[in-house]
Nanobody
Framework: QVQLVESGGGLVQAGGSLRVGCTTS????????MDWYRQAPGERRKLVAS???????YYIDSVKDRFTISRDSAENTVYLQRNSLRPQDTAVYYC?????????WGQGTQVTVSL
């Protein structure tokens, strides 16, 4: 059973920063690309950033200069640091990974950015 446990999120004013984390077991973490998706109300879930097992990051264009994805092998945790947040960043953020061809998700964490 693959479990992804998210932490962080919350309410922040526009221009502020928040960090979310996602922890899983060591064997899963060390071998897997870890993803962060987000889902805004009324929209489908979309990829925001990902990081490979060797630490290579990927970002969508709209967050490339504001978000940083990182992984901490000692804690088996992947982080998404989000700076210069905008109201349009408001969404539920999900951690995800694929193990043996099956997609797994964390429970999601709400991020609300107010004006």
């Amino acid at each position: 059973q693959v479990q992804l446990v998210e932490s962080g999120g919350g309410l922040v004013q526009a221009g502020g920063s928040l960090r979310v984390g996602c922890t899983t077991s060591g064997s899963i973490f060390s071998d897997s690309t870890m993803d962060w998706y987000r889902q805004a109300p009324g929209e489908r879930r979309k990829l925001v950033a990902s990081i490979t097992s060797d630490g290579t990051p990927y970002y969508i264009d709209s967050v490339k200069d504001r978000f940083t994805i990182s992984r901490d092998s000692a804690e088996n945790t992947v982080y998404l640091q989000r700076n210069s947040l905008r109201p349009q960043d408001t969404a539920v953020y999900y951690c995800g990974t694929i193990v043996r061809g099956k997609r797994y998700w964390g429970q999601g964490t709400q991020v609300t950015v107010s004006l």
